[in-house]
């Protein structure tokens, strides 16, 4: 069975900080892909990235970057230099083989302070 | 992206009584919409799955007689909520995929229900 652990509930920094944002998953399968997605407080989920097992490099997105490392079934989300409107949900999820459903994690709420 | 259109945003209804949910993709034929629960601060569920012009596939625990699913056209799901009660107040948010994949399944923008 799929499993995805967002450990942090709720981050709160400081705009300018950088944060790091853990998201673990379990899964048998060998093919699966991983998503990011941020739900502002006005409640649509926005998809920031997806990322197959197969592709371990990581990704830069402007302030948006991503680590994924299978040997530890991590796939953290960093955003550099946080601004206010980064405060929202974030939600990790997993999809085996594509074709299945999306299992999320519980989210971890950031909250950016000016 | 493709646009998936999720009406209402809000709506508060009388316990007992039902409520219906769109989800209609604009700009692409969706042949499966997945329609997800959110209760507050907590993570999205699975509810259902459904495919145009076939039953919908329900999660384990999900009642398919309260929660029932149409998805009639390529275009256009819905959910409704029958005969609802306050512990079906929750966040009620669907996706739409053209190709049946998780992979190209866009969000509506979520429905928050209210039952008084």
């Known amino acids: 069975a799929q499993k995805v652990t967002q450990a942090q509930t709720e981050i709160s920094v400081v705009e300018k900080e950088d944060v790091t944002l853990d998201c673990v998953y379990e899964?048998?399968?060998?093919?699966?892909?991983l998503f990011w997605y941020k739900q502002p407080p006005s409640g649509e989920l926005v998809f920031l990235i997806r990322r197959n097992s197969f592709d371990e490099q990581n990704e830069i997105s402007g302030r948006y970057s991503w680590n994924f490392q299978k040997s530890t079934s991590s796939f953290n989300f960093t955003i550099t230099a946080s601004q206010v409107v980064d405060s929202a949900v974030y939600f990790c999820?997993?999809?085996?083989?594509?074709?299945?459903?999306?299992?999320f994690g519980k989210g971890t709420m950031l909250l950016v302070s000016p | 992206g493709a646009v998936v259109s999720q009406h209402p945003s809000r709506v508060i209804c009388k316990s007992g009584t039902s409520v219906k949910i769109e989800c209609r993709s604009l700009d692409f034929q969706a042949t499966t919409m997945f329609w997800y629960r959110q209760f507050p601060k907590q993570s999205l569920m699975l509810m259902a799955t459904s495919n145009e012009g076939s039953k919908a596939t329900y999660e384990q625990g999900v009642e398919k007689d309260k929660f029932l699913i149409n998805h009639a056209s390529l275009t256009l799901s819905t959910l409704t909520v029958t005969s609802a009660h306050p512990e079906d107040s929750s966040f009620y948010i669907c996706?739409?995929?053209?190709?049946?994949?998780?992979?190209?399944?866009?969000f509506g923008q979520g429905t928050r229900l209210t039952v008084v």
């Open positions: 899964t048998r399968d060998t093919t699966y892909y």
């Open positions: 996706s739409a995929s053209s190709r049946g994949s998780i992979l190209e399944a866009f």
């Open positions: 999820a997993l999809s085996e083989a594509g074709y299945s459903t999306l299992t």
